[in-house]
């Protein structure tokens, strides 16, 4: 069970005893850690001839069995079974020579800045590093993109848009890739209103001036026509009562459509959309039904109302133009920064950054390495050794070396793993460390 403590000494004690031609010696070592924040005792069950990970020093921030990198300050391993042998296998952390792989993107592992500067492409542009590294250059190209979050003037408003949310491309201009959320409103839903464009992805390569569009159906396909009256070719009843009642409209694929059913001489005269609804597709058949028809007051009412919608009974929403761009509607900001030239010493999460003076005096650009961003002369280094049953193995230090030991001295232990080596087996673990060292 972990705990959280506040920064405090922890003790180790170690006792040793044993009788020489009846002579006992009593052996007790003490051993005090400061500054401890986490202690973490389990006790786990482990497959036989299966590695696992017993716990972990690599990580970011202490969670279940995992540790910040470089914090533990002792652990115990105890194997718990009385007949079976425990493997224990030790991996390090790997070399801090680190070099980029040529050619790599590190947008990808963009962190901040980069924004202003003048649109090019800049070449073989040195870095600094926050640790390690040093050599690596970069080529950079600047391009221009819209502003994330920012609402476009609307020039012309579509026709026959549906009420609704859309995440819809952004057509025209000299750019790419740009797309908005569109918000479309009304209070009268027969008349829906285009009410904002706000951009969710900038795209790269506009302009001042461009003038960017939503295409036609981009803000609802299948929208019914409120100027016309359906055309009644299909069952068309007959009623007692003479009114005329607004009902909703359903087909397989369109909704939120109403239509006003009026009656004259005892018979269905004219049904005529009132909300256009989306989603309508020429050639569905508009049902309404008897018990429908009954239920608002059409009477006695003798069969369902069915009509098959026609080419001129739909439309989709026509195209929307925004106002023209502005300074303000763009960025520029980095598109692109390949490796040119790998460096060495780079380690896992480690910042390189790009001085804004280099590239057209943007802010200074930084980008958090990964993984996949270099590779490393040094690799991980393996080792395994027996704790045999009932016994412990003990260490006060995450830093390794030895004459066996095909790393490099002061790498890191960054895995524990375990398995038991002819049967499932119990083992506890303890780990202290100190976040704060």
């Known amino acids: 069970m972990a705990s959280i403590l506040t920064p405090s000494a922890f003790q180790i004690k170690i006792k040793e005893e044993h009788v020489v031609k009846g002579i006992k010696t009593t052996n007790e070592t003490f051993f005090t850690l400061g500054n401890i924040t986490n202690v973490d005792r389990r006790i786990v069950t482990i497959p036989a001839q ?7 020093v690599n990580g970011v921030r202490p969670s279940a069995g995992t540790f910040p990198s470089s914090s533990m300050k002792y652990a115990r391993i105890t194997n718990l079974d009385t007949t079976s042998s425990l493997a224990v296998s030790f991996t390090s952390s790997k070399s801090p020579d680190g070099i980029g792989v040529i050619g790599t993107d590190l947008t990808s592992s963009y962190t901040s800045g980069g924004i202003g500067g003048v649109i090019g492409l800049y070449a073989a542009i040195p870095t600094t590093a926050s640790v390690s590294g040093s050599g690596m250059t970069l080529d950079v190209v600047v391009s221009s993109s819209l502003v994330m979050s920012q609402s476009l003037g609307i020039n012309s408003a579509p026709t026959d848009c549906a009420t609704g949310t859309y995440n819809v491309n952004l057509a025209g201009g ?34 001042v001036g461009d003038v960017l569009t939503i295409n036609d159906g981009g803000l609802g396909t299948g929208q019914l026509i409120t100027a016309q009256a359906f055309t009644n070719n299909g069952l068309i009843p007959n009623v007692s009562n003479d009114i005329i009642r607004e009902i909703a409209v359903y087909t397989t694929t369109g909704q939120g459509g109403t239509v006003n059913v009026r009656s004259v001489g005892g ?23 008897q018990a429908q028809l009954i239920n608002v007051g059409f009477g006695n009412v003798n069969s369902d109302y069915t009509c098959t919608l026609q080419p001129g009974d739909v439309a989709n929403s026509s195209a929307a133009s925004m106002l023209a761009l502005t300074g303000s509607n763009i960025n520029t900001s980095i598109f692109q920064a390949k490796i040119a030239a790998g460096g060495s010493g780079y380690e896992t999460g480690e910042t390189v950054t790009v001085n804004g003076a280099e590239i057209g005096n943007s802010t200074d650009a930084i980008f958090t390495l990964t993984l996949n961003d270099f ?15 009932t016994s412990s193995l003990m260490f006060s230090s995450p830093q390794v070396t030895g004459s066996t030991f095909n790393g490099f001295f002061e790498q890191d232990i960054e895995f524990v793993s375990v398995y038991a080596e002819t049967e499932r087996m119990d083992v506890e673990y303890v780990v202290v460390n100190s976040d704060n060292a």
């Open 50 to 56: 299966t590695p696992i990970d017993l716990f972990n």
């Open 375 to 389: 590779t490393e002369n040094g690799a991980r280094s393996y080792w395994t050794m027996d704790v045999l049953p």
């Open 174 to 207: 000299s750019g790419v890739g740009a797309t908005a959320q569109a918000i479309v409103t009304g209070a009268d839903p027969s008349i829906p209103t285009l009410a904002s464009v706000m951009v969710l992805n900038p795209g790269r390569g506009y302009v």
């Open 267 to 289: 018979v269905v005269s004219t049904v005529t959309p009132v909300n256009i609804g989306t989603g309508y597709l020429q050639g569905q058949v508009i049902t309404i039904s």
